[in-house]
């Protein structure tokens, strides 16, 4: 470090405030962070690429610096499915500050990671009052039984009407419609438990009718409609 | 379900395409491709196991204009190929308007003829799929080729990069570069397979300025 001529030449003004920086809550201590190590949390972080055809959600549970846990959900496009496999392999281990700096190939994954990174530095963690924070693993919770990711697809149009898709039970295999022809309830498979019966050995057909069941008056409904057929 | 996506605003054009050639339907291109013992929907998506359905279905029509043209060297097909991309493209889309067809078309005959010698990918590692299509050049262009085409693959992302080659079967050039005077360096090359994709090399840059 320099100092110029005329800063040598300048005498000494006293700095007085010297309070550091105010307190952020990470996992139930209020921290006075000043270096990247001083960051842990669980939290989370949504991202967008440029022409918005594709989104993210990134799952981070961050101990004193150290990305230790790494959830990588995406939504939209085919190429970030292998952007999302690359970032789970190259985000744990990385600090705070280097993964920051480091291409994660898909335009949405780097944005995640930077509104993830923004809201954790300034204390706005999802475990900020979670005394000693969260276990490596937590990231699973957010998937839920047969690990998937929580995903809505819906479909509508003013000339058809509304078709469900998936839901959060999983795949919605029929729509039940009442008398006037309005959706009052539907029928899904849960994809996950499906694997894991089918895995198992059990006989596809069972693990279907074990794995399928029904929301709101579905069973009332007067007919009903494949929403990707009918 | 229609033959392919969009297909209503998709066919005219291609029938017009077709028509041109004296070909008067895709199913007339299957026939011809079936008659000369080939099946490029096949290929495509061998090649390809996620390409729509729109892609598989172009290739049997470049493959059927081809005949038509009596495009006997593969550089040639390849440009006819490209005819059959253009026609696929959606009147009035950015890949229309901007020839992306004709000019992969065109680009595939540059690789498939002596006076290229090295095939050099500039694009993002955000998939795995662009390093698909370059096994498949790499497989296919060398059938026809006398010296061997050079392929090199180059992105962002040092890290993506060396996973892609692990997947794929590449050889991963780790590089260094010295931002003080543009120097790159060769750090190490680590080939992931033993037979031809490994002659697939691919680079990773920290910046646009070490590609």
């Known amino acids: 470090m320099i100092y110029s001529h005329e800063v040598q030449q300048m005498c000494v003004v006293k700095k007085g405030p010297n309070h550091g920086p105010a307190p952020i809550p990470e996992e139930g201590k209020w921290v006075k962070a000043k270096q990247i190590s001083d960051i842990s949390g669980l939290t989370h972080g949504v991202g967008w690429c440029a022409p918005q055809q594709g989104a993210c959600k990134l799952t981070l549970n961050v101990k004193d610096g150290i990305i230790e846990e790494a959830l990588v959900e995406t939504l939209g496009c085919s190429g970030m499915t292998h952007s999302a496999a690359m970032a789970a392999e190259i985000l744990p281990g990385k600090t705070l500050l280097e993964a920051l700096n480091t291409d994660l190939v898909c335009d949405a994954i780097n944005t995640a990671m930077r509104e993830l990174f923004l809201q954790i530095v300034y204390g706005r963690t999802q475990s900020a009052f979670s005394e000693g924070g969260l276990p490596i693993g937590a990231g699973l919770e957010d998937l839920g039984k047969g690990l998937r990711s929580q995903v809505g697809t819906m479909y509508g149009t003013k000339a058809k009407g509304v078709r469900y898709l998936e839901m959060a039970e999983g795949y919605c295999s029929r729509l039940g419609l009442d008398e006037q022809g309005e959706v009052i309830g539907y029928e899904f498979v849960h994809l996950g438990k499906l694997m894991d019966m089918i895995k198992k050995g059990m006989d596809a057909n069972e693990a279907l009718k074990k794995a399928t069941g029904s929301y709101g008056r579905f069973a009332d409904a007067k007919s009903y409609i494949d929403p990707r057929q009918q | ?211």
């Open chain 2, 1 to 211: 379900m229609a033959l392919f996506e969009s297909y209503e605003r998709r066919i005219d054009k291609i029938n017009a395409a077709l028509k041109e050639y004296g070909i008067k339907d895709l199913a007339e291109c299957k026939a011809i491709c079936e008659a000369k013992g080939i099946d490029p929907y096949k290929m495509c998506k061998e090649i390809q196991p996620i390409a729509f359905e729109n892609a598989a279905w172009a290739y049997v029509m470049g493959a059927a204009i081809a005949f038509k043209k009596g495009a006997h060297k593969a550089a040639d097909a390849a440009e006819a190929i490209g005819i059959a991309l253009q026609a696929f493209c959606i009147p009035g889309s950015v890949a229309e308007d901007r020839k992306v067809g004709l000019g992969h078309g065109n680009l595939a005959a540059m690789l498939l003829r002596e006076n290229t010698k090295c095939f050099a990918f500039l694009a993002g590692h955000e998939s795995f799929a662009a390093a698909e299509g370059a096994i498949g050049i790499a497989k296919s262009a060398n059938k026809v080729r006398k010296e061997p085409l050079r392929v090199i693959l180059n992105g962002l992302g040092k890290d993506a990069a060396m996973i892609i080659s692990r997947i794929n079967g590449f050889t991963y050039v780790q590089t260094s570069f010295d931002y003080y005077t543009g120097q790159l360096t060769i750090v190490s090359e680590t080939p992931y397979s033993a037979g031809d994709r490994a002659k697939v090399r691919c680079f990773g840059a920290d910046d646009v300025r070490e590609l």
